[in-house]
């Protein structure tokens, strides 16, 4: 190959990556929208939500597994605001149990919830039940009259 050929050669690899970046980036940007719209963020944190809502998953829960990701959530959605009871049967790692009302504000926060309460019941109203990894309360941190938005 001749020096003009391979200078040639080059320079159309470099004109490729460099077209390539942008695209890249907006590709990556999108995906990063399109999960944030399908998330649960407070505070400007992102958590990745597990919506529960049939009768077997809401009395499930988190119980029998071995943790929940520091950026995930497992959102307890039954259906109509009232007193809605948490506890902790089959769990094997710690929680903050979070009450949410119909627009989406925390009405009550149990903090570190442990294993060791059940079969204690956690009570207060709301319409659906967020579970985070424990200490997610304190690290955001969440207040009650916070605003979720999923």
């Known amino acids: ?21 942008p695209l890249v980036g907006a590709v990556s940007g999108a995906h990063y929208f399109m999960t944030r719209d399908q998330g649960l963020t407070v505070r400007g944190s992102f958590f990745a939500p597990e919506i529960v809502s049939s009768k077997e998953d809401l009395a499930r829960g988190l119980s029998g ?9 497992m959102v307890f959605d039954f259906g109509s605001s009232g007193q809605h009871c948490m506890w902790m049967k089959d769990m094997k790692f710690a929680i903050d149990m979070v009450w949410l009302d119909d627009t989406k504000k925390v009405t009550a926060i149990e903090r570190n919830v442990t294993p060791s309460t059940y079969p204690q019941s956690f009570c207060h109203d709301g319409k659906t039940v967020a579970e985070f990894a424990a200490g997610t309360a304190d690290r955001v941190p969440l207040y009650i009259g916070d605003s979720l938005s999923y």
Request: proline share 0%.
């Open 1 to 21: 190959m001749t020096v003009s050929a391979r200078k040639f050669v080059l320079k159309d690899i470099l004109l490729i990556v460099i077209g390539l970046v």
């Open 65 to 73: 597994r071995d943790s929940i990701d520091r950026g995930a959530v």
